[in-house]
């Protein structure tokens, strides 16, 4: 009589280690963005997984590739959701307004990235520059934005003299500042930036402070 095989197909044994690799760097993310660097432990996550730390090791190689495999999802995801923007078929105000309220909006529901951003500086950017994946990560929506600032300025909506990191920054400091500085800005103004009844009057803020920096203080 043939014995039947013990050992399930390829294909399906990939799928299981992609699962598990997800789920420990879903659980790792949401740790290392509560704790920090210093302070999330594999153990934890471990535990928090149904997995080992011998696995995660296996999967990660160590503690810090784990980190930095988390600031690379997490970059990722920011960076698809900035890509999605349609700017061929936007005229320049439109396109530059929709991909500052999508800034608004990846910033606002995920404030797990924002934590990992600050604690990453925290560290001046050590671990990032590891990374071979985010070194040029930033290419894409710089182009994004250059495309949108060529249309602008060859139709004339766009005069101020302003490059594609120039904008970006000026989206990102907005964004950015709102969630990760929310709670010392309460206390110091008693507003909670992030509260419902601010958030649609923020969110198209944003989009005409940089359409407006950009037609150089004009009206439309």
């Known amino acids: 009589?043939?014995?039947?095989?013990?050992?399930?197909?390829t294909g399906e044994r990939r799928r299981d280690?992609?699962?598990?690799?997800?789920?420990?760097?879903?659980?790792?993310?949401?740790?290392?963005?509560?704790?920090?660097?210093?302070?999330?432990r594999v153990d934890e996550i471990a535990e928090l997984t149904r997995t080992t730390k011998r696995m995660i090791?296996?999967?990660?190689?160590?503690?810090?590739?784990?980190?930095?495999?988390?600031?690379?999802?997490?970059?990722?995801e920011v960076r698809a959701a900035e890509r999605a923007v349609d700017?061929?078929?936007?005229?320049?105000?439109?396109?530059?307004?929709?991909?500052?309220?999508?800034?608004?909006?990846?910033?606002?529901?995920?404030?797990?990235?924002?934590?990992l951003v600050a604690i990453e500086n925290i560290h001046e950017?050590?671990?990032?520059?590891k990374s071979e994946a985010l070194a040029n990560l930033g290419t894409p929506v710089l182009d994004v934005?250059?495309?949108?600032?060529?249309?602008?300025?060859?139709?004339?909506?766009?005069?101020t003299e302003a490059d594609a990191v120039d904008v970006h920054m000026m989206i990102s400091a907005f964004c950015f500042f709102r969630v990760a500085n929310q709670h010392t800005f309460g206390a110091?103004?008693?507003?909670d930036m992030t509260a419902p009844e601010h958030r649609d009057r923020l969110r198209a803020m944003v989009g005409?402070?940089?359409?407006?920096y950009l037609r150089g203080g004009q009206s439309p």
């Open 87 to 115: 700017v061929e078929h936007l005229a320049p105000e439109e396109a530059i307004r929709t991909l500052a309220e999508l800034t608004f909006d990846h910033h606002d529901r995920h404030r797990d990235f924002i934590k």
């Open 145 to 159: 934005i250059s495309r949108i600032l060529d249309a602008g300025r060859a139709g004339g909506d766009f005069v």
């Open 188 to 191: 110091l103004f008693g507003r």
């Open 17 to 40: 280690a992609d699962r598990t690799r997800a789920e420990i760097l879903q659980v790792a993310q949401r740790e290392f963005a509560r704790s920090g660097y210093a302070g999330a």
């Open 125 to 129: 950017g050590r671990h990032i520059r």
């Open 57 to 76: 090791y296996y999967y990660f190689g160590s503690k810090e590739k784990l980190y930095v495999a988390v600031l690379e999802k997490a970059y990722f």
């Open 1 to 9: 009589m043939t014995s039947q095989p013990t050992t399930r197909p």
């Open 208 to 212: 005409e402070m940089v359409v407006s």
